[in-house]
């Protein structure tokens, strides 16, 4: 009788967990659609998207659709523009602490291993919260800060990518807007329904990876000089998806599309859809959907 009960159990395990990763990867995909909801609600009411990173503020996409995902109260709470810095003692460094150990649930996929919060200390903070999704910067990045200069090719950085989240230089002229201006839905020739807006990614381990860590909201490296380590919040989709951190760089797979579920990962398109995007995604299909105004239109059937 206890072997028929342990043979039942190992049959049915295995479709107790199928049944809660298929929850889990419900509760992700419901998560990016809230996130696309809130950018389309922030583009209605500012006609442009966010900035994906404020060079030099600290403050990056997460933080300006607070309001938007229902966070208003957070939001209120939120220093603005170059405001505190987390290594001073004020009331707006202390509120920049707080929003750096602020998880938001709509900001984690359910499928993401691990506590809410890094217990060990990143770029001088401690109890960082995690983060699950980046915004896109383009399929030509290769470079999660700034773009090289100078002579010899150029390797195309954050603020310059073909993507539709940027990052923004809010130092060299202040008490002027951030610039390059943010991008808007108009501005997206390929069709909103055929370029990806935000994704899902893996929080590696700092012991594993070293470097593939993605935070949620206040970030320390933003808000210095001009910013840095811009893959904390975006996105590159010039690589493949659910990389092996064995077989290529880190740097690749910290800007990386990636996922705990199997086969692919999650994105939200900029029309509010979410797609399954397999890891067999042929890369001319990655890199025509990753970029706003190439004009490249694929059927979704090839997603």
């Known amino acids: 009788m206890i072997a028929i009960i342990g043979i039942l159990v190992g049959l049915l395990l295995p479709a107790v967990q199928a049944a809660r990763e298929a929850a889990r990867r419900t509760q992700c ?6 996130i696309a909801l809130g950018m389309h609600n922030y583009e209605s009411t500012y006609r442009t998207l966010p900035w994906g990173a404020k060079g030099g503020w600290g403050q990056s996409w997460t933080t300006d659709l607070l309001p938007f995902i229902e966070q208003t109260a957070l939001w209120d709470r939120t220093p603005q523009g170059e405001e505190g810095w987390v290594t001073s003692n004020t009331p707006e460094s202390d509120r920049l602490r707080e929003l750096a150990r602020t998880a938001i649930p709509t900001y984690r996929c359910p499928s993401q291993p691990g506590p809410e919060h890094f217990a060990e200390e990143i770029d ?44 923004a230089d809010c130092v060299t002229n202040p008490g002027s807007p951030p610039w390059p201006p943010s991008i808007k839905f108009s501005a997206v020739f390929d069709g909103l329904s055929h370029t990806v807006l935000v994704s899902e990614t893996r929080y590696i ?75 067999s995604l042929d ?19 090839a997603f």
Do not use: W
């Open 29 to 34: 995909q419901n998560h990016l659609h809230q």
């Open 124 to 167: 001088r903070l401690t109890g960082r919260a995690l983060n699950s999704y980046l915004g896109n910067a383009g399929s030509d990045v290769v470079r999660d800060n700034y773009s090289t200069t100078g002579p010899g090719p150029i390797d195309i950085g954050m603020e310059a990518g073909n993507g539709v989240l940027r990052v």
């Open 205 to 279: 381990d700092i012991h594993a990876c070293g470097i593939c860590d993605h935070f949620s909201l206040y970030h320390p490296d933003f808000d210095v000089a001009f910013g840095s380590d811009f893959s904390e919040v975006l996105m590159s989709m010039q690589y493949g998806i659910n990389l092996d951190l064995d077989l290529v760089p880190k740097a690749q797979i910290e800007m990386s599309i990636s996922s705990f579920h199997s086969g692919g990962a999650h994105a939200a398109m900029c029309d509010g859809s979410v797609q399954f995007l397999t890891e």
């Open 283 to 301: 890369a001319t299909i990655r890199h025509a959907i990753g970029s706003r105004g190439d004009r490249e239109v694929y059927d979704q059937s």
